[in-house]
């Protein structure tokens, strides 16, 4: 994204360097923060939204992507084999409606995240959000 936006966005919050991340680190990222300067923006965190606390275990998609896990077909679950599934699909959920309360047409996602991953293996939000026609960056 070479230029900032003209309307409000979602952005996920550990981009800006909120201490959201699942190992409680900060870790901005500087375009995405450069990108959204001169923008309005709601920052989010799926994982946050749906029960789930910071530090928190790692965790993966198993059996297939976002779509698989809103599908059934899949699951999300840590390192420790704990079953978030229900976390992620009630985060995605969340940042929907408040994409929807919002009037938001553009959502700016972490990439390789098991909730936000827009290229690859589609996290949990990002393909609840694709499904409903929301533009997804990715940093």
């Known amino acids: 994204m070479n230029s900032t936006l003209s309307t409000t966005c979602l952005v996920s919050s550990c981009l800006m360097g909120f201490c959201t991340r699942y190992d409680g680190a900060t870790k901005p990222h500087e375009d995405c923060i450069r990108a959204l300067a001169k923008s309005c923006w709601i920052p989010i965190c799926p994982e946050q939204l749906g029960g789930l606390a910071t530090p928190r275990e790692a965790a993966v998609l198993t059996g297939g992507n976002g779509h698989d896990v809103l599908a059934g ?56 959000l694709k499904t409903h026609g929301y533009t997804l960056i990715e940093y």
């Open 73 to 128: 077909r899949a699951q999300v679950i840590t390192g420790s084999g704990r079953d978030v599934t229900e976390n992620f699909i009630r985060g995605a959920e969340m940042v929907l409606q408040l994409a929807r309360l919002q009037n938001i047409s553009t959502v700016i996602l972490k990439a390789r995240s098991p909730s936000c991953a827009v290229h690859g293996k589609i996290g949990v939000t990002a393909a609840l």
